[in-house]
């Protein structure tokens, strides 16, 4: 296994001292770009259901689909800690299944840790993985993988019910061996007590400040997928403007004959065309 820099026990180590710093990648450039600005960590999201392979939701994409992510993210950022999603299906048939899937993002997709949708109720399945010797980052509040259960992707928490039920799950996720846990879409002072009662680092989305660290979407940050555009979300450039004009400006050029330039062609010695006109005349 090639280094990485900061491995999920440094993440532990830098809760309450620095926030931390995740995004997500799905391809090898994307993953260059995510090491080059030296982020924590990077996540191989099952969003490359929506976001790679145009699926409406996180339903249909497969453990071989999201293998192929991890190894290109993994070719592209070699050095950088990359943790793999556990799609739809691949940890909730059995205790056996879920090690042999989260196994399979460490042997095959080359990740060095696993994250896993759901609290209280896979509590026992991250325990069984963590013995496996395969970190697992959690997921909480809105887990896009119980979306039927939820009626959407809603924000999750916000009665005293839920939000004690996503408090507990953080717990159970904590005393089952987690690394860190993911919180979504939950009100910000839930994140900020959850923050607080737990040891390990909480990576928030939708989540508010509070949290120990933030992840954002790759394609969100660029400003490339306009499909889903939750509250919570930031373009720091606005990729698709961005790219559509310079695919309009390499159109018009081409149309006008203006690409390819001089600067752009390879060129022959012209005795060798003159041979070649007499010879096919
Ligand atoms: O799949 C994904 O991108 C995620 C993040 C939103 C946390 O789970």
Same mark, same amino acid.
């Given at each position: 296994?090639?280094?990485? $820099?900061?491995?999920?026990?440094?993440?532990?180590?830098? $809760?309450?001292?620095? $926030?931390?710093?995740?995004?997500?990648?799905?391809?090898?450039?994307?993953?260059?770009?995510?090491?080059?600005?030296?982020?924590?960590?990077?996540?191989?999201?099952?969003?490359?259901?929506?976001?790679?392979?145009?699926?409406?939701?996180?339903?249909?994409?497969?453990?071989?689909?999201?293998?192929?992510?991890?190894?290109?993210?993994?070719?592209?950022?070699?050095?950088?800690?990359?943790?793999? *999603?556990?799609?739809?299906?691949?940890?909730?048939?059995? +205790?056996?299944?879920?090690?042999?899937?989260?196994?399979?993002?460490?042997?095959?997709?080359?990740?060095?840790?696993?994250?896993?949708?759901?609290?209280?109720?896979?509590?026992?399945?991250?325990?069984?993985?963590?013995?496996?010797?395969?970190?697992?980052?959690?997921?909480?509040?809105?887990?896009?993988?119980?979306?039927?259960?939820?009626?959407?992707?809603?924000?999750?928490?916000? *009665?005293?019910?839920?939000?004690?039920?996503?408090?507990?799950?953080?717990?159970?996720?904590?005393?089952?061996?987690?690394?860190?846990?993911?919180?979504?879409?939950?009100?910000?002072?839930?994140?900020?007590?959850?923050?607080?009662?737990?040891?390990?680092?909480?990576?928030?989305?939708?989540?508010?400040?509070? +949290?120990?660290?933030?992840?954002?979407?790759?394609? *969100?940050?660029?400003?490339?997928?306009? *499909?889903?555009?939750?509250?919570?979300?930031?373009?720091?450039?606005?990729?698709?403007?961005?790219?559509?004009?310079?695919?309009?400006?390499?159109?018009?050029?081409?149309?006008?004959?203006?690409?390819?330039?001089?600067?752009?062609?390879?060129?022959?010695?012209?005795?060798?065309?003159?041979?070649?006109?007499?010879?096919?005349?």
């Amino acid at each position: 296994m090639s280094l990485f $820099k900061v491995s999920p026990t440094d993440l532990i180590g830098k $809760k309450g001292k620095e $926030k931390i710093v995740g995004i997500t990648a799905y391809d090898y450039t994307s993953a260059k770009l995510a090491q080059a600005s030296e982020v924590d960590f990077i996540l191989i999201g099952d969003s490359a259901s929506m976001i790679m392979l145009g699926h409406p939701d996180t339903f249909p994409i497969t453990m071989e689909e999201m293998l192929i992510f991890c190894q290109a993210v993994a070719r592209g950022a070699p050095e950088t800690l990359r943790i793999g *999603d556990l799609p739809f299906l691949s940890y909730q048939v059995s +205790t056996e299944k879920a090690i042999y899937n989260a196994g399979m993002m460490i042997k095959k997709g080359r990740c060095h840790a696993v994250k896993i949708e759901g609290g209280m109720e896979v509590a026992s399945t991250v325990s069984a993985i963590v013995k496996a010797g395969i970190p697992i980052m959690g997921h909480i509040g809105l887990t896009p993988q119980r979306s039927m259960e939820m009626g959407g992707l809603r924000v999750q928490g916000k *009665d005293l019910e839920t939000a004690e039920k996503i408090l507990h799950s953080a717990k159970a996720l904590e005393e089952a061996g987690a690394f860190s846990i993911v919180l979504e879409g939950i009100p910000s002072d839930l994140a900020k007590l959850i923050t607080e009662k737990v040891s390990i680092p909480t990576i928030g989305i939708g989540a508010g400040p509070h +949290t120990d660290g933030q992840i954002l979407v790759f394609h *969100d940050v660029v400003g490339l997928f306009s *499909d889903l555009r939750p509250k919570f979300v930031k373009n720091y450039v606005q990729g698709f403007e961005l790219f559509k004009k310079a695919i309009t400006s390499y159109k018009e050029e081409v149309k006008n004959g203006v690409f390819p330039g001089k600067e752009h062609q390879y060129t022959i010695n012209p005795e060798l065309i003159e041979e070649l006109k007499r010879r096919y005349d």
